[in-house]
């Protein structure tokens, strides 16, 4: 099993930024790759970024693209999430995921083993 705990999350304003961390414990080596979800109110939970462990190949959606970041740091076996010039509708929980496999599919909830807690971040505008 993998455990998964996000932190970083709060209240922010427009424009500003936040650096959500997911660290992972239990039997890190099976980790293949992980990724970051949100859902908000009412809404389903929807792809954010994906970083691969072997390769450290990224993807990210459309509607972040160009401002949110991940990364990873091996030797702490957690993962971040840089947010940058956000905006009132990257309102959400945030959600930390991780998986066995790196590659293949991605963007679906369903393709990952692993969840975090979540960690709400929201933007005023």
């Known amino acids: 099993q993998v455990q998964l705990v996000e932190s970083g999350g709060g209240l922010v304003q427009a424009g500003g930024s936040l650096r959500l961390s997911c660290a992972a414990s239990?039997?890190?080596?099976?980790?293949?790759?992980m990724g970051w979800f949100r859902q908000a109110p009412g809404k389903e939970r929807d792809f954010v970024a994906y970083?691969?462990?072997?390769?450290?190949?990224?993807d990210y959606a459309d509607s972040v693209a160009g401002r949110f970041t991940i990364s990873k740091d091996n030797a702490k076996n957690t993962v971040y999430l840089q947010m940058n010039n956000l905006k009132p509708e990257d309102t959400a929980i945030y959600y930390c995921?991780?998986?066995?496999?790196?590659?293949?599919?991605?963007?679906?909830?369903?393709?990952?083993?692993?969840w975090g807690q979540g960690t709400q971040v929201t933007v005023s505008s």
């Open positions: 970083r691969g462990w072997t390769f450290g190949n990224a």
């Open positions: 239990g039997r890190t080596f099976s980790i293949g790759a």
């Open positions: 995921a991780a998986r066995t496999r790196d590659g293949g599919r991605w963007s679906s909830p369903s393709d990952y083993d692993y």
